[in-house]
């Protein structure tokens, strides 16, 4: 029933910007810590963002400083703003979110579908 879209990914040149969604739906009850991953081809998928239900956020040191995780609680959507895009960042982002389906229910981890990143001139 809970199902995560991404959506914002796209091409950019290197020192563009993009911005991440995710939109998360169903049978919802609250949202817990909130994630991004990234995987490159041939390459294992790699944590990028991370932010908890208090708010605090923490980056992998490769986009620290270009990176900033944010989410919209009331719309169920998570955000990750991408600046200063590099090559190096081209890959499928996901968003990985624990959603707890109702009161005193244990919390799942959920993922999206992914969105393609192409960081090229």
């Known amino acids: 029933q809970v199902q995560l879209v991404e959506s914002g990914g796209g091409l950019v040149q290197p020192g563009g910007s993009l911005r991440l969604s995710c939109l998360a739906s169903?049978?919802?009850?609250?949202?817990?810590?909130v994630e991004w991953y990234r995987q490159a081809p041939g390459k294992l998928r790699e944590w990028v963002a991370a932010m908890t239900s208090g708010g605090a956020s923490n980056y992998a040191d490769s986009v620290k400083g270009r990176f900033a995780i944010s989410r919209d609680n009331a719309q169920n959507t998570v955000y990750l703003q991408m600046n200063s895009l590099k090559p190096e960042d081209t890959g499928v982002y996901y968003c990985?979110?624990?959603?707890?389906?109702?009161?005193?229910?244990?919390?799942?981890?959920?993922w999206g579908q992914g969105t393609q990143v192409t960081v090229s001139s």
């Open positions: 990985k979110e624990d959603i707890r389906l109702s009161v005193g229910g244990r919390k799942q981890t959920y």
């Open positions: 169903g049978n919802i009850f609250s949202i817990n810590a």
